[in-house]
């Protein structure tokens, strides 16, 4: 999809190669970006973005200092904004905005060819309003092709983006799943156990129906009765999980060399 018209254009990020990257993906629509600046930290992108008044922005999330949340708020004007981000470690607020979309590092030219169609439906109808809605679903399915290291989980009106290996085990309640971190956090998600369980790390094993542990923070195990173990969870509460008799073999062979 080409787009009707050229955007004056600002690319912030701390990252060389990332700026490079994002000018060689916008080469291939040169009728449609004009690239008026670069910005390589937080300060440096309110002042050029304030002075220049770029129609449209790329953003890194996570620059020293000040992060690209900073520098909206810095800015004296509403341009439309396109989030750069490794995926990972963020909190995402929710505030007002022209996001149109957001770019997982490492960038690809399929994904970019997404965010121009996404840029001309947005821009063409007018649609200036940030769904978080539809932000968790564009990050869902980004869970499907990229190695997870977080999970995103809505709370009120904003995102949190928790660490995955900072999650010591997840339990099933009905159809909640309550998420456990090592330091005895306990977060609720909309989701299925099985559903969850597709997009985690090889280090999430199933020890019974309705929990999920993490591997790597697996402190003891004992031997219960009728064919079931005792985890004993590297956590703040040293959790106790029993397994149930199906996953016997399983759980038999973390312990076998």
């Known amino acids: 999809m ?7 254009t600002i690319i912030v990020d701390d990252e060389p190669l990332a700026r490079i990257r994002l000018q060689t993906l916008m080469g291939d629509y040169p009728e449609n970006f004009q690239i008026i600046a670069e910005a390589e930290n937080g300060e440096e992108a309110i002042e050029k973005i304030n002075q220049m008044r770029p129609e449209l922005i790329f953003l890194d999330i996570q620059m020293p200092e000040i992060s690209g949340f900073d520098v909206l708020n810095g800015l004296n004007y509403n341009p439309k904004v396109i ?6 470690e963020f909190a995402l607020k929710a505030f007002e905005t022209n996001c149109v979309d957001y770019l997982v590092k490492p960038l690809t030219k ?3 060819a997404k965010t121009i169609k996404k840029l001309g439906q947005q821009i063409g109808e007018g649609n200036s309003e940030f769904n978080l809605n539809n932000l968790m679903e ?3 399915r980004e869970y499907k092709k990229n190695e997870t290291s977080s999970i995103p989980i809505k709370i009120g009106d904003r995102v949190i983006f ?13 159809k ?9 956090k306990s977060y609720i998600l909309d989701s299925s156990l099985k559903k969850l369980e597709e997009k985690l790390p090889v280090y999430f094993i199933r020890v019974h129906k309705s929990y999920l542990v993490n591997k790597n923070l697996l402190k003891e ?3 219960h009765f009728d064919s079931r173990f005792v ?8 959790s106790k999980i029993t397994t149930g008799r199906t996953y016997f073999q399983a759980i038999k062979s973390l312990v076998e060399y």
Not at 2 to 8: A, C, G, H, T, W
């Open 221 to 223: 195990i004992r031997k």
């Open 110 to 112: 399929e994904r970019f």
């Open 176 to 184: 909640y799943v309550s998420i456990v971190t090592k330091h005895a």
């Open 2 to 8: 080409k787009l009707n018209r050229s955007y004056k």
């Open 162 to 174: 928790l660490r995955l290996d900072e999650v010591s085990y997840i339990q099933a309640d009905e």
């Open 83 to 88: 989030f750069c981000t490794a995926f990972d």
């Open 231 to 238: 985890l004993i969870m590297d956590d703040y509460s040293q």
């Open 138 to 140: 564009q990050f869902s």
